[in-house]
């Protein structure tokens, strides 16, 4: 068999794998790697080349930069004042979107989430508007913004690598900024004045305000006679809550009418915001008790992806304040579930409700990687500390613009300086950055290499010409890109620019188009993770939240793809043409 079909072989079945979603991503290009090697598709000194790969060293680099300004303040300090308060919604929602969309252009884009998400919740709350009015154009904006610079996301920088690689020269740090910050303005005057509308208001205006579901406990304390569980159910129904497990130590009782409760027995009960308090008017006690913290509030969170709390139980949010904060109800997904909170793994997407000091959930929250949904009390600023560290963010970029060097070298020079002078706390330096992400990066590159040495990405690319060949340079860059944003719909994106990239350039020299029109196309597809939330984290965060379903990224983000698409094939075609 050769090369080439062997090659193919194994990315196709990487592709499949990627598509199934069964296996963690990372594992997925680690399993491709040792195929390529056992193939000798590749060496094994060039197997572990991804990990020294300048774009690796880069993302990770960058990952500990973008968590230094988000932990710093600054950058939601900022969102603060730029977002007009007297305005309307759109020109709040408008502004909001703007200052999102910057911010993931600089650094991390679930950080970007992570400092707008509360704002974006006030500003539909204010509005009388279900939160879903501007969740899902929030999270398209971080995306939109990640187009518009070469750090905005790690597929830029992998593409920029592929660039060096095969015409030795990278991008520079703003070369996708014209073709990006183009299809940005379009994508965002559609969320901002359109966009939002065709998301659906479900549960009709009476629901808009009210607050979430959640899922909490009650115990039996104190209690003189016991109680049967028809008499539970019938206090639950007037609060109104709905009684969903009962749990005697180790054990699940059934939920039968005669059943008699004894003192210790927990219940597991679903009801609103306020009724949580009612419901322990019912002769039971709240788990955890919030009369025990007075002048306490309560905060609803989402989990983001790089929380230390993954994996762990409820009870690490306690150890980890030093009591200071409580887990007192989770999101109502939970209530499929049936088992007690204590035994429950905290994951990355879920809705916790914690209750504590406002201060001391301003310091917590941003640390942990949670995402305040509900009620938002603005990070602290330490001045002298977030102007270093946006000076040294600064320095870097501006050595990369004006000085050349590499961006590897310029962001890995700020982190080392900011771990130096603690302006990043040291245990937030290796937690910053996504590891899946590396791993995926450093395996997919050398399995990349082999698609295009092996021959495979020439015999692809000229399948392709055959069908683009005699166009004009507009469809044929609206195709490539068109292509990019079909993989990256079930691929990872990174994993969609590394097949893409040389491919793409193959093509251009094929059909007689400019190699960087190519690879801004690719550039621009592979983030166009607008149709599913599988497509990128931040669509999967803003999901429960929301309150969206599957099919409602596609009502909103189908026009908006359309828009990228055309936007971003006019403009290169504008500029190599």
Excluded at 357 to 364: E, H, I, N, Q, V
Excluded at 457 to 463: K, R
């Amino acid at each position: 068999m050769s090369p080439a079909v062997l090659s193919a072989a194994i990315l196709g079945g990487a592709l499949l794998l990627f598509v199934s979603d069964k296996i963690r991503h990372d594992l997925v290009a680690l399993i491709a790697l040792f195929a390529c090697l056992a193939a000798g598709l590749t060496t094994p000194l060039k197997a572990l080349s991804g990990f020294a790969d300048p774009a690796v060293v880069a993302v990770a680099s960058i990952l500990v930069v973008g968590r230094a300004i988000e932990l710093s303040g600054v950058a939601a300090l900022i969102t603060r004042v730029a977002i007009p308060r007297q305005a309307g919604f759109t020109t709040r929602l408008a502004t909001l979107l703007v200052v999102a969309a910057i911010l993931s252009a600089f650094m991390n884009d679930i950080a970007a989430l992570v400092i707008t998400m509360p704002i974006a919740t006030e500003i539909s709350r204010e509005a009388k508007r279900s939160p879903g009015a501007t969740l899902m154009p929030l999270a398209f904006a971080t995306i939109l913004g990640g187009m518009t610079t070469l750090i905005g996301t790690p597929a830029n920088l992998i593409l920029s690598s592929v660039r060096e690689e095969v015409l030795g020269v990278p991008f520079g740090f703003f070369s996708m900024t014209p073709v990006g910050a183009s299809v940005a303005v379009v994508g965002l005057a559609y969320l901002a004045l359109f966009g939002w509308r065709m998301l659906p208001r479900r549960g009709g205006s009476e629901q808009i305000g009210k607050p979430p579901w959640r899922v909490f406990e009650l115990s039996l304390v104190g209690v003189a006679q016991p109680m049967t569980v028809a008499a539970v159910k019938r206090s639950l129904r007037a609060v109104p809550a709905r009684l969903l497990a009962i749990f005697r130590q180790a054990g699940q009782l059934p939920i039968a009418v005669g059943e008699r409760l004894t003192n210790s027995d927990r219940l597991l009960v679903m009801s609103r915001e306020g009724q949580q308090i009612a419901a322990a008017r019912t002769g039971l006690k709240l788990v955890p008790d919030p009369a025990a913290t007075p002048g306490a509030i309560t905060a609803r969170v989402v989990v983001a992806h790089g929380s230390f709390l993954i994996g762990l139980g409820h009870e690490a949010i306690d150890n980890r304040s030093e009591g200071r904060l409580a887990v007192v109800a989770v999101g109502p997904h939970t209530a499929r579930q049936k088992a007690p909170l204590a035994q429950l793994r905290i994951q990355a997407g879920d809705q916790l409700f914690l209750r504590g000091d406002p201060a001391d959930l301003a310091r917590f929250v941003p640390k942990a990687r949670l995402l305040e949904v509900d009620r938002h009390d603005a990070v602290p600023v330490a001045r002298r500390g977030a102007v270093a560290a946006v000076a040294i963010f600064a320095l870097a970029i501006l050595a990369i613009v004006a000085g050349g060097v590499p961006p590897a070298l310029a962001f890995l020079a700020a982190a080392t300086l900011l771990a130096a002078s603690r302006l990043v706390p040291p245990e937030e330096i290796y937690r910053s950055i996504d590891w899946s992400i590396i791993v995926l990066l450093a395996a997919m590159i050398p399995v990349g290499r082999s698609f295009e040495q092996s021959g495979a990405a020439a015999i692809a690319a000229g399948a392709i010409s055959e069908v683009l060949t005699g166009l004009p340079l507009y469809p044929v860059l609206a195709a490539i890109c068109g292509v990019s944003l079909l993989l990256s719909t079930f691929l990872n994106n990174v994993a969609t620019a590394i097949i893409m990239g040389p491919l793409a350039i193959d093509l251009a020299r094929r059909l007689g188009v400019s190699p960087d029109a190519a690879l801004l196309a690719v550039l621009i597809g592979v983030s166009c993770a607008f149709l599913t939330p599988i497509g990128h984290q931040n669509n999967m965060l803003v999901m429960s939240p929301g309150g969206y379903r599957f099919t409602d990224y596609g009502r909103m983000g189908a026009l908006l793809v359309i828009l990228v698409v055309a936007t971003s094939a006019g403009v290169l075609t504008l500029l190599y043409g």
